[in-house]
């Protein structure tokens, strides 16, 4: 090894004019007396042209010095690339801190570690602000009510075929029909209410939205929180549904409150014991009113107990499509509940399709007095009651309509009016009255929404 290394640096000695033949180094090899081999370097000099006696050993001094550091610088060499890990040398020469370079390593990895995380705390705030700030103009906007977050205003319009209309074989039922007034035989006003602490309808809000349903089965329902709980089990926060796209309407599903409805967390499902007709099932004290499939008959189901509390049927009323709302769907029987108490509108044979209004008692559901008026059912698309006083829907399509007419039963006098409503979803199948939240309840197809209601004093005026 010596002996190459030392022939490889005896070219790299060579003196600048190695450029000409005669002045490269050359070797001579041959064997001596004793047969041992010896080699011979001859180098020209580039300045004397003979050897003086006094200059050759500095020459030679100056030859094996050179050597020497390169052997040396060699001999590193060789430790760097065949030697133990951690000498610090490699095979190109250049000094390395493998120790320092993983340690730069790992912190490099680290703060790209930090990096991530905080990019995403940074967009998880981000998002929180800009909640925060929608929150915020909306209690801006309506510093007095409470605020929900709506999800998803996507208009759905009625297919030519729905569905729904097919499901079990009709047991469904669908009508069109002009909004018009058309006088009644007669009006037969009874008594005289004197209510109080109650103003007229003045102004609706826009719709909230609060869930919408998933399945074709709610493409029209019935969803209620009571205005009047009773006992400890349920209260007023206590959100009911029903989806009433079915053969055998039964199920009554409870929600805890608004939040749990959103996110779709039913807290129990009570069997009702007779099947439902329809959307027009209210909650009042407690209990739960609707009309039995096909008949005439009214159910009051108590929430505490789970079990029929009352059955009767309400006198000649029509039923199962006999006097529906515009949009069908045997809406014949529609209950209602308001600041006065529980009533039934709906119609007759005697009153020739014009609404009647009815009062009933909680318990029993015996009907205490009743109003005809003088605008036909099948011409509004819903009704609610308000503090004693019946108002009609005009259209259940249009995405602006009106409520167009008032009853007052404190007069016995109708009119019409003209107070904005909004179909948004275009396909309203249920609007009821909470006095206690003082807001509208809809079921707008799939979407379940509230508007916010004003009152006040009316213009006089009736027809």
């Not at 001999?75 to 390395?96: H, K, M, W």
């Not at 929608?134 to 709506?150: D, G, N, V, Y």
Request: proline share 4%; hydrophobic share 35%.
């Amino acid at each position: 090894m010596w002996l190459q290394v030392s022939l490889l640096c005896l070219s790299w000695l060579s003196l600048p004019s190695q450029s000409q033949a005669q002045d490269r180094a050359v070797l001579r090899r041959s064997n001596d007396h004793g047969g041992r081999c010896h080699y011979t370097f001859t180098v020209a000099s580039p300045e004397d042209s003979s050897c003086s006696g006094s200059s050759i050993k500095p020459e030679m001094d100056g030859v094996l010095s050179r050597l020497t550091l390169l052997e040396a610088l060699v001999s590193r060499l060789i430790a760097g690339v065949d030697g133990p890990a951690g000498t610090g040398v490699r095979a190109n020469g250049e000094e390395g801190f493998p120790e320092d370079y993983s340690q730069v390593t790992r912190e490099r990895n680290q703060l790209q570690q930090d990096k991530e995380r905080l990019n995403g705390q940074v967009l998880e705030l981000q998002r929180r602000l800009a909640e925060l700030s929608q929150e915020a103009e909306s209690l801006r906007q309506k510093p007095c009510q409470q605020t929900h977050t709506s999800g998803g205003t996507q208009r759905e319009n009625r297919p030519a075929s729905d569905p729904a209309y097919d499901l079990g074989k009709g047991a469904y039922q669908e009508m069109k029909a002009e909004v018009t007034e058309v006088a009644a035989s007669h009006l037969i006003p009874e008594g005289n209410h004197n209510f109080t602490g109650c103003e007229e309808l003045q102004s609706v809000g826009d719709p909230v939205l609060h869930r919408k349903a998933d399945s074709i089965t709610g493409k029209y329902g019935v969803w209620l929180q009571d205005p009047e709980p009773q006992g400890l089990l349920y209260t007023n926060k206590t959100v009911w549904r029903i989806d009433t796209v079915d053969k055998d309407v039964r199920q009554l599903f409870a929600y805890e409150d608004m939040d749990q409805l959103s996110q779709g967390f039913p807290m129990k499902v009570l069997v009702l014991p007779e099947p439902m007709e329809s959307t027009g099932a209210t909650m009042f004290r407690g209990s739960l009113y609707y009309q039995r499939k096909r008949s005439r008959t009214l159910i009051r189901y108590d929430l505490t107990s789970e079990s029929l509390a009352s059955r009767v049927e309400l006198p000649h009323a029509g039923f199962h499509g006999q006097h529906p709302y515009s949009w069908g769907g045997y809406t014949d029987i529609d209950l209602a509940a308001d600041e006065q108490g529980l009533w039934a509108i709906y119609s007759t044979s005697k009153a020739k399709g014009a609404i009647v209004i009815s009062q009933l008692d909680p318990e029993s559901l015996v009907v205490k007095r009743s109003w005809e008026t003088n605008i036909r059912k099948n011409t509004v698309a819903n009704a609610f009651m308000m503090c004693g006083r019946l108002y009609t829907v005009a259209s259940y399509t249009a995405p602006n309509t009106t409520i167009n007419y008032v009853f007052d039963t404190a007069t016995g006098m109708g009119r019409a009016v003209a107070v904005p409503f909004k179909n948004k979803y275009r396909y309203n199948s249920m609007v009821d009255y909470n006095h206690a939240q003082r807001k509208l309840y809809a079921w707008d197809n799939f979407h379940m929404v509230t508007y916010d209601v004003r009152l006040g004093r009316a213009s006089q005026g009736s027809i």
